[in-house]
């Protein structure tokens, strides 16, 4: 019998390195970036679409701490949190999940302050964390989770190139309250087609 074919293998790493792209820069965040992360994540409007109500600047820091710790992408479950800074002020956030090593999926995620709404940074941000995802952690695919509604994520998959590809009805138990889940997710052929 022959042996099956092994899916890509993602390959584990202690940490993500510091991303550039023409405006921005992403690296690992710190309790250092309290004041501009709780700026944001302390709004309604920010946190409308996210799993938790606004935060507490307390809750804020040790989410902080905990992501200060948690840079490694080796096991399922595994997130690390990049800051994205603009002219030395953190005005967001991206992050990558693995999801599955076996399968090389991975998650990824964006918030960003909205006082720099509608400029492209996220999309600048997601695209270079996605040519990394791809090109050095191998990843074979990689997907968003979002609310519905959450229109401005949905947009910002599109100009990622991310296809919709389901609706997961009443699936997650949020704020008290049952939520349907939109996936949209890419594939590194498709990546690498748009290039
Ligand atoms: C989701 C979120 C990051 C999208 O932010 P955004 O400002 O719409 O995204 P971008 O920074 O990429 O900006 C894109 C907008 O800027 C415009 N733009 C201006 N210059 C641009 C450029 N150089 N490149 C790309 N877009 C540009 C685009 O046309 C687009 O405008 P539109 O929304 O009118 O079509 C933001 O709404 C957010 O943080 N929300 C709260 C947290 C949240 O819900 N996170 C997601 C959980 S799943």
Redesign the pocket.
């Known amino acids: 019998m022959p042996t099956p074919a092994l899916p890509p293998e993602f390959r584990p790493r202690p940490s993500l390195p510091v991303l550039r792209t023409e405006r921005l820069t992403l690296r690992a965040v710190t309790s250092a970036d309290l004041d501009a992360v709780y700026g944001?994540l302390s709004r309604e409007?920010?946190?409308?679409?996210?799993l938790h109500e606004p935060l507490s600047r307390e809750e804020t820091e040790r989410k902080l701490v905990l992501a200060e710790k948690s840079t490694a992408l080796r096991a399922d479950g595994d997130t690390a949190r990049l800051a994205v800074v603009h002219d030395d002020e953190v005005v967001?956030e991206v992050q990558l999940t693995l999801v599955s090593a076996a399968t090389a999926t991975v998650e990824i995620?964006?918030?960003?302050?909205?006082h720099?709404?509608?400029?492209?940074?996220?999309?600048?941000?997601?695209r270079v964390l996605l040519d990394h995802a791809f090109e050095t952690l191998n990843a074979h695919r990689i997907i968003?989770?979002?609310?519905p509604d959450?229109t401005?994520?949905s947009?910002?998959c599109e100009?990622l190139g991310m296809r919709h590809e389901a609706l997961h009805r009443s699936d997650l138990w949020v704020k008290n309250g049952w939520e349907d889940t939109s996936i949209y997710a890419i594939l590194r052929r498709d990546w690498a087609a748009r290039r």
């Open positions: 944001y409007e920010v946190c409308r679409y996210l967001g995620g964006w918030i960003f302050s909205p720099v709404a509608g400029r492209g940074y996220a999309t600048e941000a997601a968003a989770h979002l609310h959450n401005g994520s947009r910002l100009r």
